[in-house]
């Protein structure tokens, strides 16, 4: 780090430690949200981290540190949302359910500002992130896309069937015929 006067001064021991820290949990999260905290109470912040389960990780950091990780992780677009105090949703599992997760806690925790993120490299707004919300989670969309595979697979398995049927039957009748035309 320079100081003003462009002088490198020694990074505290510490301070290195939360950007080593940080820098790990940009690099493993399949994407990242943006809070902003202002107003909510510590067992809030700890009843946000249970809503949010365990494949996200809520970290309150401070604005430099959180800036110096991202570019440090190659995370790009987020700069202009380090202002006031700022906390991060470093997730790791299923981005809609985190999504909620926040979007939820906000509705009933006004202090708790969604301001934006990123997800597969691209920078999200808060509307964005709202979306994402929206969206089914992706056990029920899996399950959706079976259910339907297995419509289809059995409408197949119909339409497969049908002229093997279809010539039982035509053969059936023949054979009655011929033993009527016999009789």
């Keep these: 780090m320079a100081d003003t006067h462009g002088r490198t001064k020694p990074v505290r021991e510490d301070k290195a430690a939360a950007v080593t820290e940080i820098v790990d949990r940009f690099r493993a999260a399949s994407a990242t949200v943006i809070t902003e905290y202002r107003g ?3 067992s809030q912040i700890t009843d946000l981290r249970r809503a949010l389960g365990e494949d996200a990780h809520y970290r309150v950091a401070k604005n ?10 190659g995370v790009e677009g987020l700069d202009a949302l ?6 991060v ?8 359910d985190a999504a909620k997760g926040l979007r939820n806690f906000a509705k009933d925790n006004p202090a708790l500002v969604i301001k934006g993120g990123v997800f597969e490299g691209k920078a999200l707004t808060a509307d ?10 992706r056990e029920v969309l899996l399950a959706k896309l079976a259910g339907a595979m297995k419509g289809s697979m059995s409408k197949a398995a ?7 049927s279809k010539t039982a039957r035509l ?4 054979a009655d015929k ?5 009789a």
């Design 89 to 96: 949703t470093f997730v790791n599992g299923d981005v809609v």
């Design 40 to 42: 909510l109470s510590v």
């Design 178 to 182: 011929q033993s009527d035309e016999a």
């Design 64 to 73: 430099t540190l959180v800036k110096i990780a991202a570019n440090e992780a």
């Design 82 to 87: 380090f202002v006031g105090p700022t906390a």
């Design 128 to 137: 964005d992130v709202n979306k994402l919300a929206d969206l089914e989670s």
């Design 171 to 174: 053969a059936q009748a023949l």
């Design 158 to 164: 119909s339409l497969f069937q049908a002229p093997l």
